[in-house]
């Protein structure tokens, strides 16, 4: 079965700093991975996705990712972390036999001034 | 212009009762959904729907009723409501069914059963 894991509950940033949240997935097959995020009493928004081609995909806000086939990774990144950003973080796999979402445990993310 | 909204934003209810939750997206898509994100935010599909039709039911009590009138519309009507049903429950829409189209979340339903 395909899934995702999310190994930190909570990272802390200075602003300006890079930033990083990790993701790690297992799937048969090829991957199709996704990142949202969520902002207090709203709904999850799209940042970016990877399905094929460069293993850097540039999303939202500034917002990067990088898919590492032999480490089954796919890191969030940010080169300069905002107090804005501070949010929960979702990462996500396409379960290519059901056609479902499946999200990780989301890690939440929280930039310092 | 909200593109995908839910009513109410909150729902208040006594366990036994019997209530339902709106979701229209203006963004044409084909496809929508139903999620619930528990206490923890752990999130997890319910229900999807491709032009009307049920596409994924996902191993939901059968209190549980989607009804999708058209395919702008996804409604979650729920029956007899237990505590554990206390929940943030979010609707999505996608362009086409395969979830390489991004989800669009609407802001969320936060039912509370007292």
């Known amino acids: 079965a395909q899934s995702v894991a999310q190994p930190e509950d909570q990272v802390n940033v200075a602003e300006g700093n890079p930033l990083t949240v990790k993701c790690t997935y297992s799937?048969?097959?090829?991957?199709?991975l996704f990142w949202y995020v969520q902002y207090p009493n709203r709904g999850l928004q799209f940042l970016l996705k990877?399905?094929?081609?460069?293993?850097l995909v540039k999303g939202s806000y500034g917002f990067e990712a990088e898919f590492n086939k032999s480490q089954t990774s796919f890191h969030l990144k940010k080169p300069s972390a905002l107090v804005s950003d501070s949010a929960l973080y979702f990462c996500?796999?396409?379960?290519?036999?059901?056609?479902?979402?499946?999200f990780g445990t989301g890690t939440r993310l929280q930039v310092f001034p | 212009d909200t593109a995908v909204s839910q009513t109410p934003k909150y729902l208040v209810t006594q366990m036994g009762n019997d209530k339902s939750i709106k979701c229209e997206q203006n963004?044409?898509?084909?496809?929508m959904y139903w999620y619930k994100q528990d206490s923890k935010k752990f999130l997890k599909i319910m229900f999807s729907?491709?032009?009307?039709?049920?596409?994924i039911n996902e191993t939901v009590p059968n209190r549980f009723s989607p009804k999708s009138p058209d395919k702008a519309h996804l409604n979650l009507h729920i029956n007899s409501l237990e505590l554990g049903d206390s929940a943030v429950y979010f609707c999505?829409?996608?362009?086409?069914?395969?979830?390489?189209?991004?989800?669009?979340f609407g802001n969320g339903t936060r039912l509370t059963v007292t």
């Open positions: 996500a796999v396409r379960d290519s036999g059901t056609d479902k979402l499946i």
């Open positions: 990877y399905i094929t081609g460069d293993n």
């Open positions: 963004l044409g898509h084909d496809t």
């Open positions: 729907y491709n032009n009307k039709e049920l596409i």
């Open positions: 799937v048969s097959g090829n991957p199709y």
């Open positions: 999505a829409s996608s362009q086409a069914i395969g979830y390489n189209s991004p989800l669009h």
